[in-house]
């Protein structure tokens, strides 16, 4: 197998862990809009796995609804380019909206989504980010809920791909490409 590039899969936070921080943003979501109905709004498709596990956790009267975005990469480089594929059905006139994204990188996916959704005069707009890549921000903007802090390193698990591939690792794990012929 000389020469071929090899995949390497490290897990960094373990599917217990991710299931702990789950319930507490949960809990802390459930404290914060007690005896109001939120809408959780999932960003295609990264978030659905967190959204899924989410909902279930948090004790509210509560609709889900999803947007897709495409921002232009080149690499892991983002280009500041987002454009919407695809909107919410329904509207979020007076709604408490909750942002709900795998993670928080340059920043630019949810400074674009955040402005969009204030448009629609919703009651507020909060962001529950799974992760959070603080060194890579190029816009100013931090999530009202927050699982995990990590480094510049590219992960993969629990909604996050690589070439649309590991979403449905139950652990989240850090991706290095090994080259054998060292
Ligand atoms: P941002 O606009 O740079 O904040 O990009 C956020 C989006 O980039 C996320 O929704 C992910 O789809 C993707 N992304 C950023 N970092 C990673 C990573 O480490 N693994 C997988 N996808 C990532
Ligand atoms: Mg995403």
Not at 147 to 174: K, M, Q
Request: hydrophobic fraction near 45%; glycine fraction near 8%.
């Amino acid at each position: 197998m000389r020469g071929e590039a090899v995949e390497t899969l490290r897990v960094i936070i373990t599917r217990e862990q991710v299931a702990s921080k789950v319930a507490e943003i949960a809990a802390a979501i459930t404290a914060d809009f007690a005896g109001e109905a939120v809408v959780l709004i999932g960003v295609l498709k990264g978030a659905t796995i967190f959204l899924a596990d989410l909902a279930r956790a948090i004790q509210l009267d509560a609709s889900f609804d999803f947007m897709a975005v495409s921002s232009y990469r080149n690499g892991t480089q983002h280009s500041g380019e987002v454009k919407l594929i695809k909107d919410v059905d329904g509207s979020l006139e007076g709604r408490n909206v909750i942002l709900v994204e795998d993670i928080l990188d340059s920043g630019l996916t949810l400074t674009y989504i955040q402005n969009l959704l204030l448009a629609r005069r919703p009651k507020c707009v909060k962001i529950a980010a799974l992760l959070d890549k603080p060194s890579r921000r190029i816009k100013m903007i931090t999530a009202d809920y927050t699982g995990f802090v990590i480094g510049d390193e590219f992960v993969v698990g629990y909604g996050l791909d690589f070439a649309e591939r590991y979403r449905n690792l139950p652990d989240i794990c850090i991706l290095e490409a090994d080259s054998d012929g060292r």
